[in-house]
């Protein structure tokens, strides 16, 4: 491979095989280096192939902010995303989550850490997450030798989140701020403390956070089975007037109208959850 470009003395950028621009990190690899010279493969510690071009141009101009150790423990904490969930990652991780790392080990420096907001909610909704977030401080510490605080874990799960979804910025707390939400009215409305180890709530909150998503994000579903909808209404009185509970409030605070389909499922994972704390349901 040879040297397409010079993005600083530790990054360049070059061609695969089939002509696709890759980008290289490792020490000196663009030191007294030239457009057009043998790339030093020996010297090449991590490979970035970004198939999105505007994902591309964005990591280009961060790896000229951003020191390259930044960038490898990023790609570090990525792939060990990847390889601890079942579902894709958006390449914009790499440019989201590269400059809060950054920006968080210079506060960290400066005895700034900030405190999230959201740390409960991210424990609970976001356990997979949260604990890849844990294992991201280990990385980070390898790698700095800095201790990160444990709210920094939270941080990095809701980029993995986000980059999940694919969801726009800031939708993501908006997302789980409505789970919250919810679950607070089901606890409320039945007076009882979930079993938060048990699969009807983990089913439950699944359902919650794709609901949720398309609350915030105004999607709407037109998949309404009528007949069903009817039938589980009248099986599960109790839980349904809940979610007409939880309905009201998502009309009144997202202009969401719940559909009867949205309604039927979140009827039947109320029923599963709450039938566990009591014989009244």
Not at 217 to 232: M, P
Request: glycine share 4%.
């Amino acid at each position: 491979m040879r040297i397409k470009q010079i993005l600083n003395n530790n990054v360049v950028s070059s061609l695969d095989p089939n002509g696709v621009e890759v980008i290289l990190t490792g020490k000196a690899l663009g030191f007294n280096a030239s457009v057009g010279d043998e790339v030093n493969v020996a010297h090449v510690e991590k490979t970035f192939h970004l198939h999105d071009d505007k994902v591309n141009d964005r990591f280009k101009v961060l790896l000229n902010e951003v020191p390259v150790e930044i960038i490898q423990l990023t790609d570090d904490i990525v792939n060990l995303a990847r390889s601890s969930l079942n579902y894709p990652i958006s390449e914009i991780i790499y440019v989201s989550l590269a400059d809060h790392l950054n920006f968080a080990i210079q506060r960290n420096k400066n005895g700034m850490d900030l405190v999230s907001p959201l740390q409960w909610e991210v424990k609970h909704f976001y356990r997979k997450e949260y604990l890849v977030g844990h294992q991201a401080l280990a990385i980070i510490a390898a790698y700095t030798g800095m201790l990160l605080p444990d709210s920094e874990a939270c941080s990095i799960a809701l980029h993995i989140v986000n980059s999940g979804m694919q969801a726009p910025d800031g939708q993501i707390i908006e997302i789980t701020k409505l789970i919250h939400q919810i679950q607070s009215i089901v606890k409320y409305w039945f007076g009882i403390t979930f079993d938060e180890q048990g699969i009807a709530y983990q089913r439950f909150i699944t359902h919650v956070k794709f609901f949720a998503q398309r609350v915030i994000g105004g999607i709407i579903i037109e998949n309404d089975d009528d007949d069903l909808f009817e039938f589980s209404n009248n099986k599960h009185e109790k839980a349904y007037s809940c979610v007409n509970a939880i309905g009201e409030f998502t009309k009144k605070n997202y202009r969401h109208e719940m559909t009867n389909s949205e309604k039927l499922y979140l009827t039947v994972h109320i029923y599963n959850i709450v039938k566990r704390h009591t014989t009244s349901i």
